[in-house]
């Protein structure tokens, strides 16, 4: 939808939001995902170097934009879309570092539910707390996607930290054990502000090192193995249209 914002994050005038987003942490990310997989992108919004894009895929329309680093951020920039900009789905990707035993660095991870030490769905104020889950639909259409893609996907539960840096080295130890898959930044914040919203989303990431296992990607691998995952994304997208 065209409509200008009335906040300080997102400044729209003559370009449209389409009603499915991608939304890559980094917003350098969203420009390289425009360039490469969109057709006839356009910039729509430079506020903050937080870069938004639309442009067709496969004759329908999406868009892709940063979301930055942590809840707050996803918070902010996932309200706006939603409440400002008629956005119906976002769909976070992004990386993680894995934690199961169950993943590798370069698998595909779709994200069913999303534990937290973040205190943002406090703020719903519902009795006890506000699961942090994906939109099963869309959830079910990645599935689909990567499946028809040839793109193997582990589909389970993830921890979104709002610490890079924990200072309590046996966490990861403790996350493992009750079945996450990978730890991350951003995937509870989404999945509350979708469910306070009304809306949809659900997160995509790629595992770009373990935390167990010492694997790391370079950066030319990680590029190859970010494709994997924006395929799975778009094709995701392109079914909600």
Known sequence: MTKESISASISVTDQEIAKVVLMPGDPLRAKYVADHYLE?????????????YTGTYRGKQISVMGHGMGVPSMGIYATELYTQFDVDAIIRIGSAGGLSDEVKVRDVVIAM?????????????MPGKLAAVADYGMLSD????????????????????DFFYYPDPTINEKLRKLGH???????????????GCGKKALSILTISDHLFSGELLSSAEREQSFNDMMKVALETAWKMI
């Open 142 to 161: 990645a599935v689909e996607s990567a499946r028809d893609l040839n793109i193997p996907a582990v589909v389970g539960k993830v921890y979104t930290s």
């Open 181 to 195: 898959l990978c730890v991350e930044m951003e995937a509870a914040g989404l999945y509350w502000t979708a469910a």
């Open 113 to 125: 539910a999303a534990s937290s030490n973040s205190a943002y769905g406090d703020a719903y104020d």
């Open 40 to 52: 006839n992108p356009v910039c729509f919004n430079t506020v903050r170097n937080m870069l938004g």
